[in-house]
């Protein structure tokens, strides 16, 4: 049930905090990729792994721990999620060598996947119904703004104080955000589960089933997007012809543009969600298709990539909306760990084929595997609107 019909712009920016927090940690091995394998006497490859096993275990745990503790009044689960994730960084920061390291990265991984969906579940409880849209794109501007601040400032830390410092410090930010939320943030009734007598069975379970539809649907748009995004370097170098010292500047364009994107293309989930979501997607495709076919100069590639992260930057928050919307109250932990499981599954899936298209034709490939899953995705949610005969605001596609 809302508290408040009043849109909770505090509540939620304290969400956006522990996403912020809890996102920055999960990241930090790309920050301190070579201090962590300088220290520990292992390869960088292998420090990279470590954020593959942080996301398999959001993938592996995130439903099984939402499950279990799902009669746990969402505050006080929140706020042990934060202190395990803090736990864990510290056990990061003193770990003696990279096993230990590595342990502590697949349990705060089940962790993080859990404090994701509750903080998504809290997010449904807070606002109205019809403004889920507004709230998805407050609270997950927290988890886009790692990629602008998360993972630069500390790799500018680790320098002056290195890595393990910094694991320290990302801990004291987590319990920090914790005391500010065991604060501010209002207590939640957990919602009556589902029991065996007023569960329908799953095959009969329209409501799981379009949870699940629009699950897929978000791990088909990060599939696509991550088989292109996670080699983005030598693509640009190798098949676009830009300069080594281009790149960062084309990234920071499109990241700066996605930031824009969280904050203001997801609010059209509350007002046509649909047509949002299928504009953004083509635009997505013109913008690759014309920096894969057209000779462009470094400016035009710029305003290219931008365009694109403008694109994209909503595409996530739309399925989210849309996802937390088809789901009851009973349910919204359940959508909050789909959500996390689906997003992680599409990262790892996209990193894969990615890497295999590299290694079968070249990079000059890349661009055709994001544009048929764009495609399939779009032709998809268009046959969604036709089978259901209209397009109202608040169906998921």
Same mark, same amino acid.
């Given at each position: ?78 706020? +042990? ?187 059209? =989930? ?69 959500? =996390?499981?689906?997003?992680?599954? +599409?990262?790892? =899936? ?10 079968? +034709? ?36």
């Amino acid at each position: 049930m809302n508290l408040s019909q009043k849109f909770p712009l505090g509540t939620l920016f304290l969400l956006s905090a522990a996403l912020f927090v809890a996102s920055t940690t999960e990241f930090l091995p790309i920050a301190l990729l070579s201090p962590i394998a300088d220290d520990l006497d292992v390869s960088t490859a292998a420090v990279g792994q470590l954020v593959t096993v942080f996301a398999l275990s959001i993938v592996a745990f995130s439903i099984p721990l939402t499950v279990l503790t799902q009669r746990v009044p969402p505050k006080p689960l929140l706020l +042990g999620t934060l202190c395990g994730i803090a736990l864990m960084a510290v056990l990061s920061g003193v770990a003696p060598n990279f096993a230990l390291l590595a342990i502590a990265r697949l349990i705060g991984g089940g962790l993080h996947g859990l404090c994701a969906a509750t903080t998504i579940a809290i997010m449904g409880a807070v606002v109205p119904h019809k403004q889920l849209g507004r709230a998805i794109a407050v609270t997950t501007a927290g988890s886009a703004l790692t990629f602008i601040i998360g993972i630069p400032l500390p790799a500018v830390l680790a320098h002056v104080v290195g890595w393990r410092a910094v694991f320290l410090f990302s801990a004291l930010t987590i319990v920090t955000t914790a005391a500010l939320l065991a604060w501010r943030l209002p207590h939640i009734s957990p919602h009556p589960v589902l029991t065996h007598e007023t569960k329908p069975h799953w095959l009969r379970d329209r409501e799981l089933w379009v949870l699940l539809g629009v699950t897929v649907l978000a791990v088909g748009t990060l599939a696509g997007q991550f088989s292109l995004y996670t080699y983005i370097a030598p693509w640009m170098t190798e098949a676009l012809g830009a300069s080594v010292a281009e790149v960062p500047l084309q990234l920071f364009a499109f990241g700066t543009a996605s930031g824009v994107a969280v904050l203001f293309v997801t609010p059209l =989930a509350d007002l046509a969600p649909r047509t949002a979501f299928v504009t953004a997607a083509a635009v997505a495709i013109s913008c690759v298709a014309a920096l894969a076919l057209l000779p462009m100069d470094a400016g035009l590639r710029l305003a290219a990539f931008a365009l694109w992260g403008l694109a994209y930057g909503g595409m996530p928050g739309l399925l989210h909306a849309q996802l937390m919307r088809a789901a009851s109250p009973r349910r919204r932990r359940l959508a909050g760990a789909l959500q =996390a499981m689906g997003g992680n599954v +599409g990262l790892a =899936a996209g990193s894969m084929v990615g890497g295999m298209v590299i290694d079968a +034709g070249g990079t000059a490939q890349l661009p055709w595997v994001m544009l048929v899953s764009y495609g399939t995705v779009i032709v998809a949610v268009a046959l969604s609107a036709i089978r259901r005969g209209d397009g109202r605001t608040g169906e998921p596609p």
